[in-house]
Nanobody, 121 residues
Framework: QVQLVESGGGLVQPGGSLRLSCAAS????????IGWFRQAPGKEREVVSC????????YAAESVQGRFTISKDNAKNTVYLQMNSLKPEDTAVYYC??????????????WGQGTQVTVSS
């Protein structure tokens, strides 16, 4: 059974930080491209960041570059998203996803259940 379980979301003030975690089971994470999408109410799901399985290279959407950092621990089969300098427009449900390489939600094979991130004063 393949399972992705997110955690770490919550309510934070603008300028604050959160660290999201995604624990994967049922497969070896280092073979797959894993990352994060987000979806705000009434808006299309969009890619946030992705890390490759074979060489560890990363991609981040322009809107989060310089603020968010993706990383993974292959031994723990866990991927992280460190989010700094959060803005109200970052408010969304964040989903862990495999395969994220294309940046297209329609090409994702597996989704986590999502974790809510709310940035508000």
């Amino acid at each position: 059974q393949v399972q992705l379980v997110e955690s770490g979301g919550g309510l934070v003030q603008p300028g604050g930080s959160l660290r999201l975690s995604c624990a994967a089971s049922g497969f070896t994470l280092d073979y797959y491209n894993i990352g994060w999408f987000r979806q705000a109410p009434g808006k299309e799901r969009e890619v946030v960041s992705c890390i490759s399985g074979n060489d560890g290279s990363t991609y981040a959407a322009e809107s989060v570059q310089g603020r968010f950092t993706i990383s993974k621990d292959n031994a723990k089969n866990t991927v992280y998203l460190q989010m700094n300098s959060l803005k109200p427009e970052d408010t969304a449900v964040y989903y862990c996803a495999i395969d994220c390489a294309s940046g297209n939600y329609k090409e994702v094979d597996y989704w986590g259940q999502g974790t809510q991130v709310t940035v508000s004063s």
